[in-house]
């Protein structure tokens, strides 16, 4: 199915308080599209459940999407900042809104009164308490629940009299009798429902608001929408929306159900086995285009060899073709061997300024600046100091929030670790002794404005070679010297990170260890 109308995609979630990776997926999805099509992405809030509206949510999804990059070219959007009064902005871009669905309010009840009107819809007096003995009967007949169509009898005069009597109800669809309802969906090929299957959904609740089918079919179609991305969750909501448009004599758009994101073992992502919020994962130190690309890879074949992608690369390389019919595992093991392959590749001054944050938090500024003497943990020199440990753990992270496990070492002034984890397997305490002495004469040699990891681990190996000796028997002990853990980062890169004074300092007290 094609369409010759320019596209337009849109991203339309509900402001539940966090934006979940799967709803990151979707947008994802609906703005490579929009941009690889030279086509506009939308954004809608769709807070016609007041019940589950946040407050701040839209302010909060507006961020993270601000964030990732993933912008919408229409929709509400954050204002500049009042600095004055701390406060987040909304304001809105485009010429079919308001985006917001509470502010379309007037709107969804003239098309409902429409289908009203036509024949399509009908009120419905029904109390709760009816509802629920109907369908506590349906049950027990071992029935489909279902709307059993009572107020459909209703005589005109009846309804008439019912609503100017004020009388609480709702506003339901008439679902067509024995009709198959299909489309062509982009994702999964033809679909097809018996629309006698379908409850006679409810388009608008006693409060006035819209029910989401209503609301999602009449702002698709008056926000001009070609393609409707989202989740295969929503499927079966879809011969609803399908008998709306017909009866209000409206094209549809193009359906595109994407598959669910899955837990390793299958189940449906959840919160149980690990975060499913993209806050939470920038919150743990993944980087966005790594968290981008991931998320884009979940459903979608690029039909290559190729792993990382950025986002221009995905804008190109994106198709509606390649997206998968079945579930989409998150592999959180994948998902961090992509996000050490973005850290390996940044330049490490501007990985700085993403890692900062969590040398912070784990108080490593505070310590680097206490060793150093500086008056605060902003100092330039705490951040040359941080700027060694990032240098020397970066090809090792996964994750930002791991900064200083590994480098812990470089943070503090005495290392304490018991003395035989200075000797290498096959060596011996007598030799361990004599190596560290002979490394200290040679070091103690280089001056300091050499001090550099290239420089000093090609004298240490040529110098090891010339006495015959082995790289384990030597090397072993000075890495453990240098930082007290028997896995750890490389000698060299810690003699130059800890300098040629502290570095001295460490192999003369692993000396002295092994003599006591
Ligand atoms: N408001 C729905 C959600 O929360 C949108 C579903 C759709 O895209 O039609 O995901």
Not at 59 to 78: C, F, H, K, Q, Y
Not at 105 to 118: F, M, N, P, R, T
Not at 411 to 427: C, G, M, Q, R, T
């Amino acid at each position: 199915m094609t369409t010759q109308r320019p596209i337009r995609t849109r991203f339309a979630p509900s402001p539940t308080g966090f934006l979940h990776v799967g709803g990151l997926r979707t947008a994802l999805y609906a703005y490579l599209l929009a941009k690889k099509e030279g086509g506009t992405f939308v954004l809608r809030i769709e807070d016609t459940d007041q019940s589950r509206s946040v407050d701040g949510a839209v302010e909060n999804l507006l961020e993270t999407l601000a964030v990732t990059g993933i912008e919408p070219d229409e929709g509400p959007r954050l204002a500049d900042v009042d600095h004055d009064m701390d406060e987040l902005h909304v304001e809105e871009v485009g010429e079919h809104g308001p985006y917001i669905q509470s502010n379309r309010l007037d709107v969804y009840k003239h098309y409902a009164l429409q289908l009203v009107e036509q024949g399509d819809a009908y009120p419905c007096f029904c109390t709760p308490e009816r509802l629920e003995q109907m369908r506590t009967e349906q049950q027990k007949a071992k029935q489909p629940p279902k709307y059993d169509r009572h107020c459909l009898s209703l005589s005109e005069e009846e309804v008439v009299r019912r609503i100017e009597a004020e009388e609480s109800h709702v506003l339901r669809l008439r679902m067509p009798a024995d009709q198959t309802i299909t489309w062509e969906d982009a994702v999964r090929g033809t679909v097809s429902f018996e629309s006698n299957l379908i409850d006679d959904q409810v388009l608008l609740k006693s409060d006035g608001f819209p029910t989401y089918h209503l609301a999602v079919v009449v702002d698709d179609h008056l926000m001009e929408i070609t393609h409707v991305i989202r989740g295969e969750e929503w499927l079966s909501s879809t011969p609803k929306h399908l008998a709306l448009y017909n009866a209000f004599g409206w094209e549809p758009p193009i359906h595109v159900h994407v598959p669910l994101l899955l837990n390793p073992d299958k189940s449906k992502l959840s919160k149980r086995q690990g975060d499913v919020s993209v806050e939470d994962f920038l919150d743990d130190g993944y980087l966005v285009p790594a968290l981008v690309n991931f998320i884009a890879l979940l459903g979608w074949n690029p039909k290559s060899e190729q792993e990382l992608f950025s986002i221009t690369e995905l804008v190109e390389a994106f198709s509606l073709e390649d997206l998968n019919k079945s579930g989409a595992i998150f592999d959180r093991d994948k998902l961090n061997w992509m996000n050490g392959e973005y850290i390996k590749q940044h330049d490490t001054m501007d990985l700085l300024m993403h890692a900062h944050p969590f040398y912070d938090e784990k108080g490593l500024l505070e310590e680097a600046a206490k060793r150093v003497g500086a008056s605060n943990k902003m100092d330039q020199i705490v951040m040359e100091e941080i700027a060694k440990s990032l240098s020397i753990e970066q090809t090792r992270l996964e994750k930002l929030s791991q900064v200083g496990e590994e480098t812990d070492y470089l943070f503090v002034n005495a290392l304490n670790y018991p003395a035989e984890d200075l000797i290498w397997k096959k060596s011996t305490q007598e030799d361990t002794v004599l190596y560290l002495n002979a490394l200290q004469d040679l070091l103690s040699e280089r001056p300091e404005d050499t001090w550099v990891t290239d420089a000093l681990e090609k004298d240490v190996i040529s110098w090891i070679a010339e006495n015959n000796w082995k790289n384990g028997d030597v090397l072993w002990p000075l890495r453990v010297a240098l930082t007290g853990k028997p896995k750890s980062p490389g000698p060299f890169e810690s003699l130059w990170a800890l300098g040629k004074e502290r570095s001295l300092e460490r192999i003369s007290r692993a000396i002295e260890l092994l003599a006591a």
